[in-house]
Antibody
Framework: QVQLVESGGGVVQPGRSLRLSCAAS????????MHWVRQAPGKGLEWVAV????????YYADSVKGRFTISRDNSKNTLYLQMNSLRAEDTAVYYC??????WGQGTTVTVSS | DVVMTQSPLSLPVTLGQPASISCRSS???????????LNWFQQRPGQSPRRLIY???NRDSGVPDRFSGSGSGTDFTLKISRVEAEDVGVYYC????????FGPGTKVDIK
């Protein structure tokens, strides 16, 4: 069945980096655009980034532009989010989503000293 | 940047009764290809979001037909014809015409 599994979350100090992964299965990964969406504790959903099916285009929310990088490895059916210069306000559950129609279970990132 | 607003932000409903959520965008959501990229998502307590509706009125696979979407331009509506207990959660509209922006969410619970 179609499945997305995020990993890589954890507790990290402000200013440090973290890389999230999203392993896809059950569909042709290389045919779909992929998104990262986050949700701060007790808050609503915030779109973070999108990457085209072939990696040719990438777009970011203003809140993460210049600090986060979305990428994908279609040979490994995996989506990534490289997060640099992390801030307390980046604390959230991070979801990956296939074209926004299929979502993973999320991975939690906590930025704290 | 496009700003999405929803009303109400809290919606107590009676089981079996209809419910309606309004979503408005600060700019027209009609894209250059003629499509309007307005989605609706449901997030049940403790669960990941789930898309219910895409391009204003198209139900995703497996979504009960009691959910319907309508609207155009800047004004959109999600309707639940008869609320069931499993519909409790937060509902978000999201535009995908000018990059992507979520609305603040509408919390639906049972009276």
């Amino acid at each position: 069945q179609v499945q997305l599994v995020e990993s890589g979350g954890g507790v990290v100090q402000p200013g440090r980096s973290l890389r999230l992964s999203c392993a896809a299965s059950g569909f042709t990964f290389s045919s779909y655009g992929m998104h990262w969406v986050r949700q701060a504790p007790g808050k609503g959903l915030e779109w973070v980034a999108v990457i085209w099916y072939d990696g040719s285009n990438k777009y970011y929310a203003d809140s993460v532009k210049g600090r986060f990088t979305i990428s994908r490895d279609n040979s490994k059916n995996t989506l990534y989010l490289q997060m640099n210069s992390l801030r307390a306000e980046d604390t959230a559950v991070y979801y990956c989503a296939r074209d926004l129609g299929v979502w993973g279970q999320g991975t939690t990132v906590t930025v704290s000293s | 940047d496009v700003v999405m607003t929803q009303s109400p932000l809290s919606l107590p409903v009676t089981l079996g009764q209809p419910a309606s959520i309004s979503c408005r965008s600060s700019q027209s959501l009609v894209y250059s290809d003629g499509n309007t990229y307005l989605n609706w998502f449901q997030q049940r307590p403790g669960q990941s979001p789930r898309r219910l509706i895409y391009k204003v009125s198209n139900r995703d696979s497996g979504v009960p037909d009691r959910f319907s979407g309508s609207g155009s331009g800047t004004d959109f509506t999600l309707k639940i014809s008869r609320v069931e207990a499993e519909d409790v959660g937060v509902y978000y509209c999201m535009q995908g015409t000018h990059l992507f922006t979520f609305g603040p969410g509408t919390k639906v619970d049972i009276k």
